[in-house]
């Protein structure tokens, strides 16, 4: 397939494979009639070859900004860009090999499906024949055969959308960057068009920047994760390792839910940290937090609920890596595939619970609100995190 | 990355004016056409205001201050000037309002003729109106004397009143059309199903919605009302002189400079502080968006003793527009407009030959100048307003649309002034009575108008669409021909239409710098008018509309457009 420029790469970010992007001390400072506000605050981030990497974080907290500043939008206050080893300082945005899907798709609207599709290539200069043969192949790939006379505005979202991706992906780009492109599509179409989008790209194995704030998609697509917060990066790492093992309270609240469980540090000693938990202790291994800020979380689906007849007499115990407290059932949501639980315990924290049914374990299993219940949680599953929102610098 | 770090010469005053020139730099291809706007706005917009102001500031001028202060006159002038726009204002913001409600909220069965007669005066010659007036309502009026018998002269405060409400009523009328066009349906029938009554809802939620648009239209009429040389010319009478006839006088007739920049700069305080005021406070508020969804359009009103009053004014206006305009007509088709009747087309033959003809073709040369020159820098700042970033934007969006307030008289004024000598030590000759200072003040007139068009046209433009052109590798300048200039095609055919329209029916900014070489058509009518020849000049009138009528229809078959039912890119 001559469409592509790279052989397929499905792989996952491996630290031997080669950098496409560095981003090295980038600031980025707006001045605003309100006076200055530091968007980004000293970036550093390495974006390996071909990989899926997703930038992910509430609005505001400089995600776009970044991924502006990579395609060449906005110029970095300070700091520098390295692609391939080489600078971007000084090379405006048309001459930067990167394309850019947008979250409104900005297709031409005088254009013609092909026309959208040929324009990157027509500036390029590329022969008449080539560019047919190129667009033909694309608009195969994207599902798009028979639509290139289309215009723009007789095409459903979804096929918007695959347009904008064509068009971006036509001129083989060492970089494709992505604004929150599912964002204006409905619930289902952004189920379907995510495994698209991630087919296509391994496919392509093309370098792919990601922005979103939604994430669920950054899960589902991502090699690797940014989790950005108020300008700066919080951690980065595989969906899995950001969802288990969250360094600070904002990532494990951020991804997924998290049932945080306020703790006092008992002892700190040889990679160990023991510490006080619901009239208990338990241990758990250091990640090199210093001993004020500490807090633990919890995933629900990692906390077990079982009826108990009388909570009030259960002593917490912490027995073979498990650790059971009691308390009362007082809210129960059932939601077809699962269940959620609220349990009161009985120094009054609260704690969230999920339930997975199957056919053979549904609802009925489940203790009924205002009920007794003991809850065991296994002591692996805790994770200690920073609990202090980071000082603004 | 701050590309301009200047050693920091302490307070060297060259400073800003390097780091202005540093950013259009900056833009590349882009500073070219900056510097451009900023020329033709510096140049001939605000060098010349400044002349003016500089000139009533000089000794002579300071002496027309106290002497023009003290003397009741010019209070009277004053007086008269601050009347007639109040009242054109309020009188031209209520029959739009009225001929907007008849067109939006009822089932009148002939809206596209009312929608055309409320148009009608956009396109007519500034005083044609003016004669009509006159010789219907005049001191030997057809309907003043010889239908009723009475001996009553129009001319003067009412006459003005009647000729400038109508002649800028469509500002109002098309104001409020876009507006109550794009009301949400869904709040009125949230007020309706609350138990609100009509009228309690129209008190309630229409004309708190509408108190920008009826502010804006009155500000507009009033300072077109203030402005405006031909209607107080024809209709003023002696004793009715306001300041732009003032003006006019001072040079035609005194030849006293001074005294014409004194009472330009009264003339320009007034427009200067109401735009000041729309620009930094009317602008701000919150229009109504219109985001694309269909909202519920509001019911017709039904209610008769609504529909009563509203069709009674309504008929009232449009009688009086068609009556005025029918009988610029019959005097254009008849041997002595008023007195005899006898049809003839001597008239036409006149407008058509001699003097008339050559003035004709020269305005024609000059508007073929000034139109695409107008609208291509129109659209230049237009794009530079809404799509660029850099120091200046501000100053070039308040100065391009500046125009809009300053007077036609006093850009004409202030060209005289500004030029009447060369500059520069012979760089800039002396561009008094050439064709070019004729084709700037066309061009500056035409200019506001153009650049609120595009702006509107761009703003509608997602910024994505230029990134995404830049992203796929295309330059600027090609974004700008592949992508912007094709997407605002229809915007930029109004604009053509727009600063053709403007150059061929303006009077006020060129009346003073018309010399024997160049005549322009409507200082030709102008001059029929003043001698009394009416019949010429309503035939000289109609000439100028078919004209203009024909070259919008020649633009629109070279561009492939239509003019759009939607004229909203008219306004203003």
């Keep these: 397939m001559t469409v592509l420029n790279r052989p397929m790469s499905g792989k996952p970010a491996d630290p031997t494979d080669t950098v496409a992007v560095r981003v090295v001390g980038v600031q980025k400072i707006f001045d605003t009639k309100r006076g200055r506000h530091e968007a980004l605050k000293s970036i550093d981030l390495e974006i390996t070859d071909g990989e899926f990497l997703t930038i992910l974080g509430p609005s505001g907290c400089g995600k776009t900004t970044l991924l502006r500043i990579l395609a060449g939008f906005e110029t970095p206050t300070k700091g520098d860009l390295l692609l391939d080893g080489k600078s971007l300082t000084n090379v405006p945005p048309n001459k930067r090999p990167m394309a850019m899907v947008f979250q409104s798709y900005a297709l031409f609207p005088h254009m013609t499906v092909a026309e959208n599709i040929a324009y990157g290539l027509k500036i390029a200069k590329i022969s008449k024949a080539e560019i047919k043969e190129r667009t033909d192949v694309v608009l195969s790939i994207m599902d798009l055969v028979g639509l290139g006379d289309r215009l723009p505005t007789q095409l459903s979202g979804g096929q918007q959308q695959r347009v904008a991706l064509a068009r971006a992906v036509v001129v083989r780009p060492r970089v494709l960057l992505f604004d929150e492109p599912l964002s204006n599509l409905d619930a289902r179409l952004r189920d379907q068009m995510r495994s698209e989008l991630r087919r296509i790209q391994r496919q392509l194995g093309v370098t792919s920047v990601y922005v979103t704030h939604d994430q669920s998609e950054a899960m589902a697509m991502s090699d690797r994760i940014v989790v950005m917060s108020e300008g700066h990066i919080e951690q980065v790492g595989t969906p899995s390792e950001i969802y288990r093992q969250p360094t600070s309270l904002f990532v494990a609240d951020f991804i997924g839910k998290a049932n945080v469980l306020t703790t006092s540090v008992a002892s700190q000693s040889n990679g160990t940290l023991t510490l006080n938990i619901l009239d208990t202790q338990i241990q758990l291994p250091d990640p090199g937090l210093s001993s004020s800020e500490i807090t633990t979380v919890l995933r629900p689906e990692d906390v077990n609920v079982s009826r108990h007849p009388s909570p009030n007499d259960h002593v917490p115990r912490n027995e073979s890596g498990i650790l059971e407290v009691a308390g009362w059932l007082r809210g129960v949501e059932y939601l077809g595939s699962s269940t959620h639980l609220t349990i009161e315990l009985l120094d009054g924290t609260l704690l969230a619970a999920v339930e997975q049914h199957t056919a053979l374990r549904g609802p009925q299993d489940l203790p009924e609100e205002g009920a007794g219940v003991v809850v065991s949680m296994p002591i692996a599953a805790f994770r200690a995190v920073s609990a202090e929102e980071r000082l603004l610098v | ?572």
């Design chain 2, 1 to 572: 990355m701050t590309t301009n770090q200047h050693k920091s010469a302490p307070s060297s005053p060259l400073q800003p004016l390097r780091r202005l020139a540093g950013s259009i730099k900056a833009q590349g291809s882009f500073g070219v056409a900056i510097a451009v706007a900023l020329l033709i706005v510096g140049g001939f917009v605000i060098y010349p205001t400044i002349r003016i102001i500089a000139r009533s500031l000089g000794v002579k001028g300071l002496e027309q201050w106290t002497e023009l202060l003290s003397s009741g006159t010019t209070l009277s002038v004053l007086r008269n000037t601050v009347v007639l726009g109040v009242l054109s204002g309020l009188l031209g913001t209520f029959a739009g309002l009225v001929m907007a409600l008849v067109q939006v909220r009822t089932k009148f069965r002939f809206k596209r003729t009312l929608h055309i007669i409320s148009l009608l005066p956009v396109i007519s010659p500034p005083f044609a109106v003016s004669m009509s007036i006159l010789s219907l309502f005049g001191r030997s009026g057809l309907i003043s004397k010889d239908l009723f018998g009475v001996r009553y002269d129009i001319s003067g405060l009412d006459g003005l009143l009647l000729a400038l409400s109508i002649s800028f009523m469509p500002v109002a009328y098309l104001n409020f059309v876009g507006m109550l066009q794009s009301f949400d349906g869904a709040l009125e029938e949230a007020a309706n199903d609350l138990g609100g009554s009509l009228v309690h809802r129209f008190r309630t939620i229409v004309i708190p919605l509408l108190a920008p648009g009826i502010a804006n239209s009155f500000l507009l009429i009033f300072v077109s009302a203030i402005a405006d040389l031909g209607n107080p010319i024809v209709l003023g009478g002696s004793n009715f002189e306001v300041l732009s006839t003032g003006i006019y006088l001072a040079i035609v007739g005194e030849f006293n400079q001074p005294k014409a920049a004194v009472f330009s700069v009264m003339l320009l305080l007034p427009s200067l502080l109401i735009f000041a005021a729309q620009y930094f406070w009317l602008n701000k508020k919150q229009y109504v968006t219109i985001t694309g969804k269909p909202v519920g359009t509001p019911k017709p009103v039904e209610q008769r003793n609504v529909l009563i009053p509203l069709y009674t004014i309504a008929l009232v206006i449009t009688a009086a527009i068609v009556m005025i305009y029918g009988y610029i007509v019959v005097g254009a088709f008849t041997q002595v407009w008023n007195i005899d009747f006898t049809p003839t087309l001597e008239n036409f033959i006149g407008a058509m030959n001699g003097a008339s003809r050559e003035a004709m073709l020269d305005t024609l040369k000059l508007a073929a100048i000034s139109t695409p020159l107008a609208a291509f820098s129109g659209l230049v700042i237009a794009f530079v307003i809404t799509q660029r970033e850099f120091k200046g934007r501000g100053l070039l969006d308040f100065a391009s649309v500046l125009g809009v307030a300053v007077p036609g008289i006093i850009i004409g004024v202030g060209l005289l002034l500004a030029y009447n000598a060369p500059l520069f030590g012979g760089l800039i000759p002396k561009l008094q009575g050439t064709a070019t200072i004729l084709v700037l003040a066309f061009t500056v007139r035409a200019l506001p108008g153009v650049v609120r068009v595009a702006v509107g046209a761009l703003n509608q433009l997602s910024k994505n669409l230029e990134e995404a052109s830049i992203s796929l590798g295309a330059t600027p300048a090609q974004t700008f021909r592949k992508i912007i200039l094709p997407l605002i095609r229809p915007a930029l055919f109004s604009s053509l239409i727009w600063s053709f329209a403007r150059s061929m029916t303006s009077l006020s900014p060129i009346i003073l710098l018309v010399t024997p070489e160049w005549r322009i058509f409507t200082e030709r009518i102008l001059n029929d008018a003043q001698q009394g020849r009416y019949g010429d000049a309503a035939a000289k009138s109609m000439v100028l509309v078919t004209v203009i009528l024909i070259a919008i229809g020649f633009l629109s078959l070279v561009t492939g457009f239509k003019v759009s039912n939607d004229d909203s890119s008219f306004a203003k």
